[in-house]
């Protein structure tokens, strides 16, 4: 089973989530009840207190940017390299500091991309999809459960290779009828989670 606060994967008899702590055999701290024809209703716990059970957040994989700061760094060595021959075949003295520029000049496309990447953040509740995006200004999208009809996982070959992917969510309030994450890695995993608290969800209606 997973635990329903980080999504980490437990045993069946386990009582404390190994990752997070959270308590899954508690009946006090765990119950839920949710009132019939509201669809995104937060949890009401016996506390009294109101509170949305949080089941991931993730970012779109990082595996290309990681190759491209490799692909980066060999390629200013390379550019320092070429930089130096020319110097001396013409006979000019290059600065150091030219050098050290030309050298950092490639890092910043996968720099670019890193920052594009970090500006994006999906986090499902035990209530909605959030997407967040932006950086200094942020902006955030809510998706009801309730408003969610299905969610499939589509894979080019490349990603299929690198073990990433998107997940399609099929969104009765969008006019595409359909919101995408995109880039995910292990993307079955994130939409078996999804799936499972879809059910909940529906369940509780």
Known sequence: MFCIKCGAVMNDDAEFCAKCGYATGDAEV????RTPG????PQVFASGELEEVHIFSIRPTAIFINIGYILAILGGIVLVILLAMLAKTIGIAVPWWISVLIGLAPL????????????????LTDSKIEIDKGFISRSTRNIPLGKIQDVTVTASVIQRLFGFGNLVIENAGEMTGSIVLKNISSPRRYADLLLKELRQFNRGL
């Open 30 to 33: 765990t119950r839920v009840t």
């Open 38 to 41: 509201h669809s995104n209703m």
């Open 108 to 123: 910043s496309i996968p720099a670019y991309h890193h920052v594009m990447r970090n500006m994006i953040l999906y986090t």
